[in-house]
C-alpha cells in the first residue's frame, strides 16, 4: 500500500466507527429500503448499462459503509465491495445483513485490486469522494479496468477538479490546479460528522489527467459531463439551495462545476 494510502486507511478506521447514522449515512433508513443514489448516479449508471441490473457483476470501489453496494445489490446484481479498511468493511457486511442482501466484501487497496477481481465484472461503480484519496490516478484506472470484463462499464463520478481548488470566504485559488499535488489535513472538520479524529492525505488531479489515464488504461470515454447544479447538497455547505430546487454553487452569480460523471468501457 501507497504510505500515504496507510495513513488515510488509518483515519478511516476510525471514521467507520463515527459513521453510520448521521446526515449523510442515514443507516435507518437504508435499512428500510431507501436508495443511497442520488439523481446524477441513478442517471450515470442508466447511461452505462440501462435500468436492468438483474445478474449483472458489480464492482463497487472504495466502498467505506457501502451503501451503494447494498442499494444496487436490492436491484439484482451480483455485488462486490473493495476498500482499504477492514473496520468500514465489518460494518458494511453487518448493514448488508440488516438489508437482507448478500456482498462480497475485499479488503483491498483501490490501486492493487487483487488479480482475483480480474476480467470479472460488467460495472465498476466510483462515486463521490473517490480519487481524492488517491496518490496515482493512473494506477487507479489500470487497476480499475483489469476488473472490468471486455465490453465492462465504468461509472466515476466526483468532485470537479475546479471546485477543489477554491476556497471561499473570501474566494481564492488555494492551490495548484492537478498534477497530482498533495495535502496533509490535521484533525477536524468531517463531511459527516462533528470532528475527524485523524490525519488525511488527499491528492489533486485535473479532468485532463483523468480522462488521459482512463484513456491510457484502455477504457474508452463514452459520456463526460460537468454538473453547475446537482440534486443533493451531499453535507457541502457551500452548496446553495435555490428556488428550482437544484444546488449550485456560484462565483459572481455564475454556477461553477461542482461535480463530474465520466462513463467509460473495456
Known sequence: MHPDHEINRASWDELAVAHGQDAYYDSEALIAGASSLIEEEMAALEAAVGRELGGRRVLHVQCHLGFDAITLARRGARVTGVDFSMAALAKA??????????????????IQLPGSLDNRFDLAWATIGVLCWIADVSAWMRSVARALAPGGHLVLIDGHPLGRMLKSNPLRVARAYGGGSRSVSEPGWDYATELRPGRQVQFFHSLGEIVSAAADAGLRVKQLLEHTEISSSLCDDRLELESDGRYRRRVDGHPLPVLFTLVAHR
Do not use: K, M, T, Y
Not at 457486511?93 to 438489508?99: D, H, K, Q, T
Open 93 to 110: 457486511e453487518s448493514l448488508a445483513g440488516r438489508c437482507g442482501v448478500e456482498v462480497e466484501w475485499i479488503c483491498a487497496d483501490a
